[in-house]
Protein backbone atom coordinates (compact mmCIF):
# COMPACT_ATOMS: atom_id res chain seq x y z
CA UNK A 1 0.00 0.00 0.00
CA UNK A 2 1.32 3.31 -0.99
CA UNK A 3 0.84 6.16 1.50
CA UNK A 4 2.13 9.41 0.62
CA UNK A 5 4.46 11.50 2.88
CA UNK A 6 2.73 13.35 5.56
CA UNK A 7 1.98 17.12 4.80
CA UNK A 8 5.36 18.63 6.59
CA UNK A 9 6.98 17.08 3.22
CA UNK A 10 4.73 18.63 0.43
CA UNK A 11 4.44 22.47 -0.87
CA UNK A 12 2.19 24.74 0.08
CA UNK A 13 -0.51 23.96 -2.45
CA UNK A 14 -0.74 20.77 -4.63
CA UNK A 15 -2.28 20.49 -8.09
CA UNK A 16 -4.10 17.39 -9.57
CA UNK A 17 -6.65 16.49 -11.94
CA UNK A 18 -9.13 14.80 -9.91
CA UNK A 19 -9.83 14.94 -6.41
CA UNK A 20 -11.66 12.20 -4.26
CA UNK A 21 -12.81 13.34 -0.85
CA UNK A 22 -13.90 10.14 0.83
CA UNK A 23 -12.15 6.71 0.91
CA UNK A 24 -15.03 4.71 1.59
CA UNK A 25 -16.85 2.16 -0.90
CA UNK A 26 -17.53 5.29 -3.13
CA UNK A 27 -14.37 7.21 -3.30
CA UNK A 28 -12.25 4.07 -3.80
CA UNK A 29 -14.42 2.59 -6.45
CA UNK A 30 -14.06 5.87 -8.48
CA UNK A 31 -10.58 6.45 -8.13
CA UNK A 32 -10.02 2.43 -9.18
CA UNK A 33 -12.29 3.43 -12.10
CA UNK A 34 -10.74 5.74 -13.19
CA UNK A 35 -7.24 5.07 -13.15
CA UNK A 36 -8.01 1.44 -14.56
CA UNK A 37 -9.27 3.17 -17.37
CA UNK A 38 -6.85 5.26 -18.41
CA UNK A 39 -8.85 8.35 -17.57
CA UNK A 40 -6.19 10.80 -19.01
CA UNK A 41 -5.11 13.17 -15.68
CA UNK A 42 -3.71 12.08 -12.20
CA UNK A 43 -6.49 10.63 -9.46
CA UNK A 44 -5.66 11.75 -6.09
CA UNK A 45 -7.67 10.12 -2.94
CA UNK A 46 -8.22 11.58 0.56
CA UNK A 47 -9.75 9.97 3.79
CA UNK A 48 -10.05 11.29 7.09
CA UNK A 49 -9.35 7.93 8.86
CA UNK A 50 -5.80 7.11 9.63
CA UNK A 51 -6.79 3.42 9.41
CA UNK A 52 -7.93 2.14 5.68
CA UNK A 53 -10.53 0.77 6.36
CA UNK A 54 -12.15 1.77 9.68
CA UNK A 55 -14.19 2.02 11.56
CA UNK A 56 -17.00 -0.14 9.69
CA UNK A 57 -20.43 1.60 10.24
CA UNK A 58 -22.46 -0.97 8.51
CA UNK A 59 -24.84 -4.20 8.43
CA UNK A 60 -21.53 -5.88 5.49
CA UNK A 61 -24.38 -7.38 3.76
CA UNK A 62 -24.23 -7.50 0.02
CA UNK A 63 -26.59 -9.76 -2.09
CA UNK A 64 -25.47 -12.48 -4.35
CA UNK A 65 -25.20 -12.40 -8.24
CA UNK A 66 -28.46 -13.78 -8.74
CA UNK A 67 -30.66 -12.50 -5.51
CA UNK A 68 -31.82 -9.01 -7.26
CA UNK A 69 -32.02 -10.31 -10.98
CA UNK A 70 -35.59 -10.39 -10.97
CA UNK A 71 -36.60 -7.63 -9.56
CA UNK A 72 -34.56 -4.85 -11.02
CA UNK A 73 -34.10 -3.47 -14.64
CA UNK A 74 -31.55 -5.24 -17.02
CA UNK A 75 -29.20 -2.05 -16.98
CA UNK A 76 -29.04 -1.10 -13.85
CA UNK A 77 -28.57 -4.99 -12.80
CA UNK A 78 -25.79 -4.89 -14.94
CA UNK A 79 -23.82 -2.12 -13.58
CA UNK A 80 -24.26 -3.74 -10.11
CA UNK A 81 -23.34 -7.22 -11.14
CA UNK A 82 -20.33 -5.31 -12.77
CA UNK A 83 -19.54 -3.40 -9.27
CA UNK A 84 -19.66 -7.08 -7.74
CA UNK A 85 -17.23 -9.33 -9.77
CA UNK A 86 -14.98 -5.98 -9.70
CA UNK A 87 -14.80 -6.07 -5.66
CA UNK A 88 -16.23 -9.04 -3.91
CA UNK A 89 -13.82 -11.96 -4.19
CA UNK A 90 -13.74 -15.02 -1.73
CA UNK A 91 -11.54 -13.96 0.45
CA UNK A 92 -13.91 -11.00 1.43
CA UNK A 93 -16.74 -13.40 2.40
CA UNK A 94 -17.33 -13.78 6.01
CA UNK A 95 -20.59 -15.82 6.16
CA UNK A 96 -23.60 -17.45 3.09
CA UNK A 97 -26.84 -16.24 4.46
CA UNK A 98 -29.91 -18.41 2.86
CA UNK A 99 -32.96 -17.04 4.84
CA UNK A 100 -34.65 -13.98 5.85
CA UNK A 101 -36.66 -13.81 8.97
CA UNK A 102 -38.86 -10.84 9.41
CA UNK A 103 -39.76 -10.02 13.10
CA UNK A 104 -42.74 -7.70 13.31
CA UNK A 105 -43.91 -6.11 16.64
CA UNK A 106 -42.09 -9.29 18.76
CA UNK A 107 -43.48 -12.41 16.10
CA UNK A 108 -41.60 -13.77 13.32
CA UNK A 109 -43.81 -12.72 10.54
CA UNK A 110 -42.37 -15.23 7.35
CA UNK A 111 -38.93 -16.51 6.43
CA UNK A 112 -37.74 -15.93 2.97
CA UNK A 113 -35.53 -16.61 1.16
CA UNK A 114 -32.63 -14.06 1.18
CA UNK A 115 -29.26 -15.25 -0.73
CA UNK A 116 -26.52 -12.68 0.47
CA UNK A 117 -22.85 -12.92 1.56
CA UNK A 118 -21.97 -11.18 5.06
CA UNK A 119 -18.92 -9.22 3.69
CA UNK A 120 -15.59 -7.61 5.84
CA UNK A 121 -15.82 -4.28 4.15
CA UNK A 122 -12.75 -3.23 5.59
CA UNK A 123 -10.93 -5.48 3.70
CA UNK A 124 -12.54 -5.34 0.90
CA UNK A 125 -12.29 -1.48 0.49
CA UNK A 126 -8.52 -2.15 1.55
CA UNK A 127 -8.09 -4.21 -1.85
CA UNK A 128 -9.63 -1.27 -4.07
CA UNK A 129 -7.35 1.05 -2.72
CA UNK A 130 -4.09 -1.26 -3.11
CA UNK A 131 -5.96 -1.65 -6.55
CA UNK A 132 -6.27 1.82 -7.75
CA UNK A 133 -2.58 2.57 -5.96
CA UNK A 134 -1.68 -0.09 -8.45
CA UNK A 135 -2.82 1.29 -11.02
CA UNK A 136 -1.70 4.77 -10.69
CA UNK A 137 -3.78 6.81 -8.24
CA UNK A 138 -2.63 8.84 -5.28
CA UNK A 139 -4.07 8.11 -2.17
CA UNK A 140 -3.68 10.00 1.32
CA UNK A 141 -5.25 8.90 4.25
CA UNK A 142 -5.50 10.50 7.81
CA UNK A 143 -6.36 13.78 5.75
CA UNK A 144 -9.41 15.96 6.22
CA UNK A 145 -10.69 17.87 3.79
CA UNK A 146 -11.98 21.90 6.37
CA UNK A 147 -13.30 24.06 2.97
CA UNK A 148 -13.19 23.74 -0.73
CA UNK A 149 -14.02 26.78 -2.74
CA UNK A 150 -13.92 27.54 -6.48
CA UNK A 151 -11.21 29.55 -8.16
CA UNK A 152 -10.29 30.05 -11.36
CA UNK A 153 -12.25 27.70 -12.98
CA UNK A 154 -10.43 24.87 -10.73
CA UNK A 155 -11.17 23.99 -7.13
CA UNK A 156 -8.66 24.70 -4.16
CA UNK A 157 -9.03 22.05 -0.80
CA UNK A 158 -7.99 23.12 2.30
CA UNK A 159 -6.92 19.73 4.32
CA UNK A 160 -5.46 19.14 7.40
CA UNK A 161 -3.30 16.00 8.34
CA UNK A 162 -3.06 13.58 11.08
CA UNK A 163 0.36 15.12 11.92
CA UNK A 164 -1.13 18.64 12.16
CA UNK A 165 -0.16 19.84 8.66
CA UNK A 166 -2.40 22.23 7.13
CA UNK A 167 -2.22 22.77 3.32
CA UNK A 168 -4.09 23.34 -0.18
CA UNK A 169 -5.15 20.52 -2.95
CA UNK A 170 -5.76 22.44 -6.16
CA UNK A 171 -7.98 20.44 -8.60
CA UNK A 172 -10.13 20.79 -11.76
CA UNK A 173 -12.52 18.14 -10.72
CA UNK A 174 -13.97 17.36 -7.43
CA UNK A 175 -15.95 14.70 -6.34
CA UNK A 176 -17.44 14.30 -2.88
CA UNK A 177 -17.51 10.33 -1.25
CA UNK A 178 -17.08 11.78 2.26
CA UNK A 179 -21.22 10.32 3.45
CA UNK A 180 -24.16 12.57 4.27
CA UNK A 181 -23.70 15.53 4.28
CA UNK A 182 -20.36 16.17 1.66
CA UNK A 183 -17.85 18.51 2.67
CA UNK A 184 -18.25 19.65 -0.79
CA UNK A 185 -22.20 20.13 -0.76
CA UNK A 186 -21.48 22.43 2.37
CA UNK A 187 -19.22 24.36 0.76
CA UNK A 188 -20.19 24.67 -2.88
CA UNK A 189 -24.17 24.38 -1.98
CA UNK A 190 -24.96 21.59 -4.50
CA UNK A 191 -28.31 20.03 -3.22
CA UNK A 192 -30.73 21.25 -0.90
CA UNK A 193 -30.13 18.66 1.33
CA UNK A 194 -32.69 16.34 3.03
CA UNK A 195 -35.22 17.14 5.43
CA UNK A 196 -35.33 15.75 8.92
CA UNK A 197 -37.88 12.61 8.36
CA UNK A 198 -35.56 11.40 4.72
CA UNK A 199 -32.30 10.59 7.54
CA UNK A 200 -32.35 7.74 9.45
CA UNK A 201 -29.87 7.65 12.58
CA UNK A 202 -28.26 3.79 11.84
CA UNK A 203 -26.26 2.39 15.33
CA UNK A 204 -23.76 -0.50 14.32
CA UNK A 205 -21.94 -2.55 16.47
CA UNK A 206 -20.82 -6.48 16.68
CA UNK A 207 -22.66 -8.67 19.40
CA UNK A 208 -23.01 -12.33 20.50
CA UNK A 209 -26.46 -13.76 20.34
CA UNK A 210 -28.13 -17.24 19.75
CA UNK A 211 -29.29 -17.14 16.31
CA UNK A 212 -29.44 -18.97 12.86
CA UNK A 213 -26.29 -18.41 11.45
CA UNK A 214 -28.12 -18.83 7.82
CA UNK A 215 -30.72 -16.75 8.09
CA UNK A 216 -30.71 -12.77 8.46
CA UNK A 217 -33.31 -11.20 11.08
CA UNK A 218 -34.97 -7.73 10.47
CA UNK A 219 -37.28 -6.09 12.99
CA UNK A 220 -40.00 -3.56 12.26
CA UNK A 221 -41.45 -2.39 15.62
CA UNK A 222 -42.05 1.43 15.92
CA UNK A 223 -41.20 1.63 19.54
CA UNK A 224 -38.16 0.08 18.81
CA UNK A 225 -36.81 1.46 15.46
CA UNK A 226 -39.61 4.20 14.47
CA UNK A 227 -39.34 4.86 11.55
CA UNK A 228 -36.53 2.45 10.29
CA UNK A 229 -35.83 -1.83 11.92
CA UNK A 230 -33.26 -3.36 13.99
CA UNK A 231 -31.09 -6.17 12.10
CA UNK A 232 -29.26 -8.73 12.77
CA UNK A 233 -26.56 -10.24 10.73
CA UNK A 234 -25.17 -13.40 11.71
CA UNK A 235 -20.91 -13.14 11.00
CA UNK A 236 -20.31 -17.00 12.16
CA UNK A 237 -19.56 -18.52 15.60
CA UNK A 238 -22.79 -16.97 17.50
CA UNK A 239 -21.32 -13.01 16.58
CA UNK A 240 -23.58 -10.88 14.62
CA UNK A 241 -23.57 -7.46 13.11
CA UNK A 242 -26.37 -5.47 14.65
CA UNK A 243 -27.95 -1.85 14.97
CA UNK A 244 -31.03 -0.10 14.87
CA UNK A 245 -32.32 2.52 12.28
CA UNK A 246 -34.40 5.33 14.12
CA UNK A 247 -35.76 8.16 11.74
CA UNK A 248 -33.92 11.34 12.47
CA UNK A 249 -37.08 13.30 12.88
CA UNK A 250 -37.71 11.55 16.17
CA UNK A 251 -34.58 9.88 16.81
CA UNK A 252 -33.37 13.19 19.40
CA UNK A 253 -37.02 13.70 20.60
CA UNK A 254 -36.96 13.55 24.77
CA UNK A 255 -34.29 10.74 23.80
CA UNK A 256 -30.85 9.51 22.43
CA UNK A 257 -30.72 7.29 19.44
CA UNK A 258 -28.31 5.34 21.73
CA UNK A 259 -31.35 4.45 24.18
CA UNK A 260 -33.18 2.66 21.43
CA UNK A 261 -29.92 0.47 20.60
CA UNK A 262 -29.79 -0.56 24.38
CA UNK A 263 -33.43 -1.97 24.34
CA UNK A 264 -32.90 -3.47 21.04
CA UNK A 265 -29.85 -5.11 22.66
CA UNK A 266 -31.15 -6.28 25.86
CA UNK A 267 -34.88 -7.05 24.22
CA UNK A 268 -33.22 -10.23 21.74
CA UNK A 269 -30.71 -11.17 24.20
CA UNK A 270 -27.62 -9.81 22.43
CA UNK A 271 -24.41 -9.16 24.04
CA UNK A 272 -21.84 -6.46 22.39
CA UNK A 273 -18.12 -7.22 22.26
CA UNK A 274 -17.14 -3.74 22.84
CA UNK A 275 -18.91 -1.11 24.86
CA UNK A 276 -18.66 1.54 22.28
CA UNK A 277 -21.64 2.01 19.46
CA UNK A 278 -20.97 3.44 16.02
CA UNK A 279 -23.36 5.81 15.33
CA UNK A 280 -23.94 8.21 11.73
CA UNK A 281 -26.37 9.45 9.66
CA UNK A 282 -27.90 8.33 6.47
CA UNK A 283 -30.19 9.55 3.76
CA UNK A 284 -33.19 7.92 2.92
CA UNK A 285 -34.82 10.13 1.40
CA UNK A 286 -33.71 9.45 -2.49
CA UNK A 287 -31.20 10.97 -4.32
CA UNK A 288 -30.59 14.63 -4.34
CA UNK A 289 -32.18 17.27 -6.07
CA UNK A 290 -28.73 17.53 -7.91
CA UNK A 291 -25.76 15.29 -8.14
CA UNK A 292 -23.42 18.01 -9.52
CA UNK A 293 -22.16 21.14 -10.67
CA UNK A 294 -19.17 22.86 -13.34
CA UNK A 295 -16.69 19.83 -12.51
CA UNK A 296 -17.84 18.82 -8.33
CA UNK A 297 -19.70 15.74 -8.33
CA UNK A 298 -21.42 13.75 -5.43
CA UNK A 299 -21.59 10.12 -5.20
CA UNK A 300 -22.73 7.16 -2.56
CA UNK A 301 -24.31 8.47 0.73
CA UNK A 302 -23.44 12.10 -0.50
CA UNK A 303 -25.56 11.97 -2.82
CA UNK A 304 -28.07 10.28 -1.00
CA UNK A 305 -27.70 6.82 -2.83
CA UNK A 306 -28.55 4.56 -0.03
CA UNK A 307 -31.69 2.89 -0.36
CA UNK A 308 -35.04 4.05 1.23
CA UNK A 309 -36.42 0.73 2.16
CA UNK A 310 -33.64 -1.05 3.03
CA UNK A 311 -30.51 1.05 4.24
CA UNK A 312 -28.42 -0.88 1.85
CA UNK A 313 -25.30 1.58 0.96
CA UNK A 314 -22.34 -0.80 -0.61
CA UNK A 315 -23.10 -1.57 -4.01
CA UNK A 316 -25.42 1.77 -4.72
CA UNK A 317 -22.45 3.75 -3.74
CA UNK A 318 -20.12 1.70 -6.03
CA UNK A 319 -23.09 2.57 -8.81
CA UNK A 320 -22.92 6.36 -8.50
CA UNK A 321 -19.35 5.74 -8.54
CA UNK A 322 -19.49 3.69 -11.93
CA UNK A 323 -21.91 5.74 -13.39
CA UNK A 324 -19.68 8.63 -12.66
CA UNK A 325 -16.67 7.03 -13.73
CA UNK A 326 -18.17 6.63 -17.03
CA UNK A 327 -19.52 9.59 -17.61
CA UNK A 328 -16.01 10.77 -17.27
CA UNK A 329 -14.02 8.39 -19.00
CA UNK A 330 -16.82 8.88 -22.45
CA UNK A 331 -16.85 12.44 -21.90
CA UNK A 332 -21.17 12.12 -21.24
CA UNK A 333 -23.16 13.65 -18.61
CA UNK A 334 -23.48 11.99 -15.70
CA UNK A 335 -26.62 13.63 -14.14
CA UNK A 336 -28.31 11.52 -17.60
CA UNK A 337 -26.73 8.77 -16.48
CA UNK A 338 -28.34 8.50 -12.91
CA UNK A 339 -31.78 9.75 -14.02
CA UNK A 340 -31.61 6.89 -17.13
CA UNK A 341 -29.90 4.30 -14.56
CA UNK A 342 -30.36 4.69 -11.24
CA UNK A 343 -32.96 7.69 -10.58
CA UNK A 344 -36.02 5.22 -11.27
CA UNK A 345 -35.30 2.50 -8.64
CA UNK A 346 -34.37 4.98 -6.08
CA UNK A 347 -37.52 7.51 -6.73
CA UNK A 348 -40.30 4.34 -6.56
CA UNK A 349 -38.30 3.12 -3.15
CA UNK A 350 -38.92 6.19 -1.55
CA UNK A 351 -42.80 6.00 -2.80
CA UNK A 352 -42.59 2.78 -1.20
CA UNK A 353 -40.82 3.86 2.32
CA UNK A 354 -43.29 6.66 2.22
CA UNK A 355 -46.31 5.03 1.87
CA UNK A 356 -45.49 2.45 4.71
CA UNK A 357 -44.42 5.76 6.92
CA UNK A 358 -47.62 5.65 8.86
CA UNK A 359 -46.94 1.94 10.58
CA UNK A 360 -42.99 2.84 10.60
CA UNK A 361 -43.91 4.96 13.07
CA UNK A 362 -47.17 3.68 14.63
CA UNK A 363 -47.09 0.18 16.80
CA UNK A 364 -50.87 0.60 17.37
CA UNK A 365 -50.96 1.15 13.40
CA UNK A 366 -48.82 -1.62 12.47
CA UNK A 367 -50.89 -4.09 14.20
CA UNK A 368 -53.83 -3.47 13.26
CA UNK A 369 -52.12 -3.73 9.80
CA UNK A 370 -50.85 -7.11 10.36
CA UNK A 371 -54.49 -8.76 11.99
CA UNK A 372 -56.19 -7.00 8.41
CA UNK A 373 -53.82 -8.50 5.78
CA UNK A 374 -50.39 -10.21 7.26
CA UNK A 375 -49.73 -12.17 3.97
CA UNK A 376 -50.22 -8.48 2.26
CA UNK A 377 -48.05 -6.67 4.42
CA UNK A 378 -45.31 -9.35 4.65
CA UNK A 379 -44.92 -9.54 1.02
CA UNK A 380 -44.71 -5.93 0.15
CA UNK A 381 -42.14 -5.63 3.67
CA UNK A 382 -40.16 -8.38 1.54
CA UNK A 383 -40.21 -7.17 -1.99
CA UNK A 384 -39.48 -3.44 -0.69
CA UNK A 385 -36.35 -4.87 0.94
CA UNK A 386 -35.36 -6.55 -2.13
CA UNK A 387 -35.84 -3.21 -4.40
CA UNK A 388 -38.49 -4.46 -6.35
CA UNK A 389 -39.39 -2.77 -9.80
CA UNK A 390 -41.58 -5.09 -10.61
CA UNK A 391 -44.99 -4.07 -11.46
CA UNK A 392 -46.47 -6.37 -9.16
CA UNK A 393 -44.99 -4.85 -5.88
CA UNK A 394 -46.33 -1.26 -6.81
CA UNK A 395 -49.61 -2.90 -7.16
CA UNK A 396 -49.39 -3.94 -3.76
CA UNK A 397 -48.53 -0.77 -2.27
CA UNK A 398 -50.93 1.01 -4.52
CA UNK A 399 -53.38 -1.79 -2.74
CA UNK A 400 -52.36 -1.25 0.69
CA UNK A 401 -51.95 2.37 0.44
CA UNK A 402 -56.15 3.15 1.24
CA UNK A 403 -55.91 0.64 3.84
CA UNK A 404 -52.76 2.17 5.93
CA UNK A 405 -54.12 5.28 5.85
CA UNK A 406 -57.38 3.97 7.43
CA UNK A 407 -56.20 2.79 9.92
CA UNK A 408 -53.33 5.04 10.52
Not at 178 to 204: K, Q, R, V
Request: hydrophobic share 45%; with cysteine.
Amino acid sequence: MLILPIAVLCPVVLNTDVLIIGGGPAGSYLARYLVKNHFNGDVTLIDKRSVIYAPVICGELLPSEDLLRPWINKELYGVLLTTLRETLHKEFIVNNIKELNIIINDRVAATMPFRTYLIDKGALIRNIVEEAVNYGAKVRFGTTALKCVGKDNEYECVVHDRQGGEYAIRTKVIVGADAYPSIIDLSLGITNGFNPEDLIIATSARAFGKYDEDKAVIIMDPDLAPGGFAWIFPRGDGIHNIGVGVRNNVAWIGNNPLNYHEEFTRRFGLKQLQRSVLMKTIPVGGLANRYGTDNAYLIGDAVGSVIPTNGAGINPAMITAHLLGESMIHGTNYTKLMNRVFKPLMDRMVLFRRVGDPLLMNRKAMERAMKLSSRLMVSSIYDATLSSMKLSTLIKFLLGYPLIRLIS
